[in-house]
């Protein structure tokens, strides 16, 4: 809880800082990212090599795992398909394109700006943008309502990274392994559907 | 994407490695909890530094929001059946 909300406390002083400009070039547009989530990704596996008994049930799992990315491609292009339902505005070709971002914005909002234009860009990026920070942000309350594998599922491809130290904390070292095949099959396909979709 | 990989199998060593030192563990756990703070602070920069984001938010913030509840809510709903299977296997 406490977590929680200096995670959404920081979150919101980011999106001030960006939009006054405060923030140095190197913090947004930088490296300096990417050294975090190395960092962030060496003290995940530290946490895992400590707990050798997680390794061994991890093991155990096989094919299941790959079941993971499949059922969450369904999810998301059903739960964006049915938006378009909802909304006049998106037509279903173009909710399902956002959809197919699977939480990889900055790849989804490239293509998409490319094969449909600026408009729907940069909708998929905001989207995907917020399908990630909802995974951070709300990892504990999907864990408690939804079960371990949600926050892996709402993380889409950033439950091999960004979302990855939540996962961990939250579902548990069991879910590792699980976070990173789903997230490394889904950062394959996004592109591919996003593509297969709009053209 | 390699290299994320690379890190992450360093990681697992070092743990291996050093799993007995219950200081160490703690420590990382700290740092780890610090550094997600960070990094959400930089998506919201990453966020509210793009103008013409924000410039458009009004026009397509709700379609946006409403396009990542579907598509995270559909994703977590369609895995759901999949995670007592896990649980079961992991026992």
């Not at chain 1, 739960?79 to 956002?98: D, P, Q, R, T």
């Not at chain 1, 990026?125 to 926050?151: C, D, H, K, Q, W």
């Not at chain 1, 990274?161 to 069991?174: A, E, H, M, R």
């Not at chain 2, 929001?65 to 579907?70: K, P, R, T, Y």
Request: hydrophobic residues 55%; proline residues 2%; glycine residues 10%.
């Amino acid at each position: 809880m406490k977590n929680g909300l200096i995670m959404t406390g920081m979150f919101v002083a980011g999106i001030c800082a960006g939009w006054v400009g405060l923030l140095p070039n190197w913090i947004i547009n930088g490296n300096f990212k990417l050294y975090l989530l190395f960092a962030l990704m060496l003290f995940v596996g530290i946490q895992l090599g400590c707990d050798i008994d997680v390794l061994r049930k991890v093991l155990r799992l096989n094919f299941i795992v790959l079941l993971v990315p499949v059922c969450v491609i369904i999810g998301s292009l059903l739960g964006s398909g049915f938006i378009s339902l909802i909304l006049n505005e998106i037509s279903l070709k173009e909710s399902l394109a956002v959809g197919s971002g699977l939480g990889f914005y900055s790849m989804s909002s490239i293509l998409i700006t490319q094969l449909s234009g600026e408009k729907l860009g940069i909708v998929a990026l905001l989207a995907n943008s917020l399908r990630e920070v909802m995974t951070v942000l709300l990892a504990p309350i999907f864990v408690r309502y939804f079960g371990n594998l949600a926050p892996v599922a709402s993380g889409g491809a950033t439950s091999m990274d960004v979302s990855l130290p939540v996962i961990q904390k939250y579902s548990g070292g069991d879910y590792v392994i699980v976070a990173i095949v789903n997230g490394l099959v889904l950062t394959l396909v996004a592109p591919l559907l996003i593509w297969l979709i709009l053209s | 994407m390699v290299s994320i990989l690379i890190y992450f199998f360093v990681g697992i060593i070092l743990g291996i490695l050093f799993r007995s030192h219950v200081f160490i563990n703690r420590v990382v756990h700290r740092i780890t909890d610090i550094a997600i703070f960070i990094l959400l602070f930089i998506l919201g920069a990453t966020i509210g530094s793009n103008k013409s984001l924000i410039q458009n938010f009004s026009s397509i913030g709700f379609e946006a929001v409403i396009l990542a509840i579907g598509a995270t809510f559909g994703s977590i709903l369609a895995t759901y059946p999949l995670s007592s299977i896990i649980q079961r296997k992991q026992k």
